[in-house]
Structure formats: C-alpha cells, structure tokens
C-alpha cells in the first residue's frame, strides 16, 4: 500500500476522468492521497474532494506562491475555517517560488508568513514549496518557528546540507518525480541519507511524471515508480519502502495508519 503525499486532483488534466485516475492509483496499491490546495478554489474543492471520498483522499488548504497576490485577509480567514473540517490534514502548499515569480516576492513572503501563522492557529502541519529561494525560505522558516506542528519540504530540490537544515527545523523531506531521472545524482545524494523515518514520497499529479514518463501528465499511480527508485537508493525491498513511506506520512499529518 502507498500513500501518494501529494497531488493536485482538481487540476483539470485530472478531474475530467477522476474515478479512472483513482481506480488506476488503487490498482497499484495507492490507496491514499493527499490533495494539495493552491488557491481559493481549489482549497474547497480539495476539502470537498477529500469528503466525497473520505478515507481515500485527504485535503490540504492553502494559497500557493504563484498566487499569492489573491491571498486577502478575508480569504484567509476563510481558509482557517475550511481547515476546520476533519478531512484538512495541511496547510499546503505554500511558500515561496523565485523561479516563475508570478507574484512579486514581498507578497510571497507575506503570504507564506501569514499562511505559517494560520497553520500554528489551527494546529496543523505544513507543506511547503520552494523553487530557487531557498536562503529566504530557510531564515522564514526559522523566523516564524515554522516547524512548531512539523511539515514537509514537498517536492525537495536542494542540497544534502540543504536537507539537513530543515531536518534539524522539524521538518520532513519529500521526494517527486525528479529523482527517477537519470540526471538526478545529487537528488539521490539526498534520499540516500535523509533518515528513513523522515521521508515522505508523492506525484505533484499532474506535474512531474517519473521516468519513463517525463513531460506527461501525471497521476498518482506513478508513486509506485519514485517509490521502487527511493527503494533501490536504499537497498530496501519496494514493501519495506511503502510501509515506511505510509507510516511516515500517517504521523506527520495525524491520520490514523
Ligand atoms: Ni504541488
């Protein structure tokens, strides 16, 4: 059994033939996933998700990077009363994006500090995104004691000393797509060290296909391939791999294994 940490399951490339994406995931022993909010809209549906397949999807609020400039504090306060409801695991994903910089970076600082808070208000862990700007995301992380109900650094692009960092601020590293490629040495650097009980995997369905999907829309099913890629890094079996992979993911967002 996996658990697919995160994925964007009302994406439109997704929701148009969802019961064939699940089904698919559940083929492959998938059984859970977590779905990700990135802005208002999605955030309700994500809950809304998570309630018409309860125990099978799990919901995540919250307002991603590229839009932050939506982020008002009236959205906010709507925000911590969505995650008010039993299927809301997560802040997520939030953060800071200096790759595409959609929004101006003050406004995507403000938001990922306003988002932090909201998260310690209703005592929930968060995910994170970070793409190119890991030197603020680490001093706000730090800053703002980000860590107090643990989190996760989804999609981790960074270093080894990267990892560490946030290992020693509570929170937990998980791995996507990019570390089946086979131009990933420095990836697999990390998954080979990051202690076993601090590791999560995920799809960010429908972004970032394993290999030898690359470049196609993802889905959760495709877990299972970062999972037998993390499992070979390990020299684990891919059994050994999912149970440590669920057990990780079940404690970090408090969902009974
Ligand atoms: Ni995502």
């Known amino acids: 059994m996996l658990f697919d940490s995160h994925a964007h399951l009302n994406d439109r490339k997704l929701y148009g033939d969802l019961e064939g994406v699940l089904t698919r995931a559940a083929e492959c022993g998938v059984t859970r996933i977590l779905n990700c909010g990135a802005d208002w809209p999605s955030s309700l549906m994500s809950v809304r998700l998570a309630e018409k397949y309860r125990g099978q999807i799990y919901a995540a ?101 990267m990892a560490k960092e946030c290992l020693n601020l509570g929170f937990m590293i998980s791995f996507a797509g990019p570390l089946t490629y086979t131009n990933a040495p420095k990836l697999r650097e990390v998954a080979a060290k990051v202690p076993l009980d601090m590791m999560l995997i995920e799809t960010d369905a429908p972004y970032l296909s394993p290999h030898p999907y690359r470049g196609k829309i993802n889905e959760p099913a495709r877990v299972c391939l970062t999972a037998a890629v993390l499992a070979e890094i390990r020299g684990l079996s891919i059994e050994e791999t999912a149970d440590f992979t669920v057990s990780n993911t079940c404690r970090l967002f408090n969902i009974k294994q």
């Open 61 to 161: 609020v919250g307002v991603h990077p590229h839009d932050a400039k939506t982020l008002t504090d009236e959205m906010l306060q709507k925000l911590l009363q969505l995650a008010k409801a039993p299927e809301v695991v997560a802040f997520g994903e939030i953060g800071l994006d200096y790759y595409r910089d959609l929004s101006p970076r003050p406004l995507q600082q403000s938001a990922f500090i306003a988002q932090i808070a909201a998260a310690k208000l209703g005592k929930k862990p968060i995910i994170i995104h970070d793409r190119d700007a890991h030197g603020d995301i680490l001093r706000l992380v730090r800053q703002e004691r980000a860590g107090e109900n643990g989190g996760v650094f989804h999609c981790f692009s960074g270093s080894w000393e």
